[in-house]
């Protein structure tokens, strides 16, 4: 499955330029791109991610998986709707990138509440920002994160940064991986 899937993330999610074109959400430039959505949208794509990542959480305790939206939100489905099928369920919440101004005012939507066990999920991961914006908000929630996993990493310290903050992160598939396929063609 994991195999699958990075030739289907190279296949639909990579791209790749001699000249640094891709403009980063940190601004800066790079000679490569992951666009996660044309995988994490993609059924096939949704049911390597549920699987692979359900098997990385199954006996973590979590009750539920979420993460800063939008990136995180498909992966979070995948997983969950994957726990139902297998008869361990774990539930969904999103990460608001700012509270709602009307009615409850949450930053974060779901079926959580302090002292739950979570998993906090991305789909990519260069700086770690959006991640680390995940798990402050979780933290200030009072959910308890047992686990956090992203679907790229990148390669670019983004790691390093979250795991500075205490949390260790596991990756589905390296920036390594992917280039690998792409030195093949």
Same mark, same amino acid.
Not at 50 to 56: E, R, V
């Given at each position: 499955m994991k195999k699958r899937l990075t030739e289907l993330i190279f296949e639909k999610a990579f791209k790749y330029s001699e000249e640094p074109v891709f403009k980063l959400v940190s601004g800066r430039m790079s000679n490569y791109y992951f666009n996660c959505k044309a995988v994490t949208l =993609?059924?096939?794509? %949704? #049911?390597?991610?549920?699987?692979?990542? #359900?098997? %990385? @959480? $199954?006996?973590? !305790?979590? $009750?539920? /998986?979420? !993460?800063?939206?939008? !990136?995180?939100?498909?992966?979070? #489905?995948? +997983?969950? #709707? *994957?726990? =139902?099928l297998k008869g361990k369920p774990v539930e969904t919440f999103v990460v608001r990138k700012s509270a709602k101004s =009307?009615?409850? %005012?949450?930053? /974060?939507?779901?079926?959580? $509440?302090?002292?739950?066990r979570v998993v906090i999920v991305?789909?990519? @991961?260069? *700086?770690? &920002?959006? *991640?680390?914006?995940? @798990?402050?908000?979780? $933290?200030?929630?009072?959910?308890?994160?047992? &686990? +956090? /996993?992203?679907? @790229?990493?990148?390669?670019?310290?983004?790691r390093e940064n979250i795991e500075a903050s205490g949390y260790k992160v596991d990756a589905l598939i390296l920036r390594d991986n992917v280039m690998a396929l792409y030195r093949q063609t």
């Amino acid at each position: 499955m994991k195999k699958r899937l990075t030739e289907l993330i190279f296949e639909k999610a990579f791209k790749y330029s001699e000249e640094p074109v891709f403009k980063l959400v940190s601004g800066r430039m790079s000679n490569y791109y992951f666009n996660c959505k044309a995988v994490t949208l =993609h059924p096939e794509g %949704m #049911y390597l991610i549920g699987n692979l990542i #359900y098997d %990385m @959480i $199954k006996d973590s !305790g979590a $009750k539920a /998986i979420g !993460g800063l939206t939008l !990136g995180a939100d498909p992966v979070a #489905y995948a +997983v969950s #709707y *994957t726990s =139902h099928l297998k008869g361990k369920p774990v539930e969904t919440f999103v990460v608001r990138k700012s509270a709602k101004s =009307h009615g409850t %005012m949450l930053c /974060i939507e779901g079926n959580v $509440k302090e002292g739950d066990r979570v998993v906090i999920v991305d789909d990519v @991961i260069t *700086t770690g &920002k959006s *991640t680390i914006e995940a @798990i402050t908000r979780a $933290k200030e929630a009072g959910l308890e994160i047992v &686990k +956090v /996993i992203c679907l @790229i990493d990148r390669q670019e310290g983004g790691r390093e940064n979250i795991e500075a903050s205490g949390y260790k992160v596991d990756a589905l598939i390296l920036r390594d991986n992917v280039m690998a396929l792409y030195r093949q063609t």
